[in-house]
């Protein structure tokens, strides 16, 4: 099995920054893929941003310039650090990992987020 678990969430004010862990464990090794996700409140969960085992990165068109994923492999986490945070970042934020070929998903994990709440 895999295991993420997401940490770092909190409350922040607008314009403010978050630094979000997620720890991998168990069987890992075929893990190609992680990501962040958020869902808030009457929405559907979104990518925020994703980092391949090349160290290939997307991000959201709405993170762009103010989030950056990065991922330690020695430590096998993943971190998303959230800068010029708005009250619209507010949301539960997952971490996902996958095993995948090219934009096929042959298995896929889920944490069980961590909440970020901007205030203005």
């Known amino acids: 099995q895999v295991q993420l678990v997401e940490s770092g969430g909190g409350l922040v004010q607008a314009g403010g920054s978050l630094r979000l862990s997620c720890a991998v464990s168990?069987?890992?090794?075929?893990?190609?893929?992680m990501g962040w996700y958020r869902q808030a409140p009457g929405k559907q969960r979104e990518l925020v941003a994703a980092i391949t085992s090349g160290d290939t990165t997307n991000y959201a068109d709405f993170v762009k310039g103010r989030f950056t994923i990065a991922r330690d492999n020695a430590k096998n986490t993943v971190y998303l650090q959230m800068n010029s945070l708005k009250p619209e970042d507010t949301a539960v934020y997952y971490c996902?990992?996958?095993?995948?070929?090219?934009?096929?998903?042959?298995?896929?994990?889920w944490g069980k987020g961590t909440l970020v709440t901007v205030s203005s």
């Open positions: 168990g069987s890992i090794s075929d893990i190609n893929a």
């Open positions: 996902h990992a996958a095993v995948f070929i090219a934009t096929i998903v042959l298995r896929d994990y």
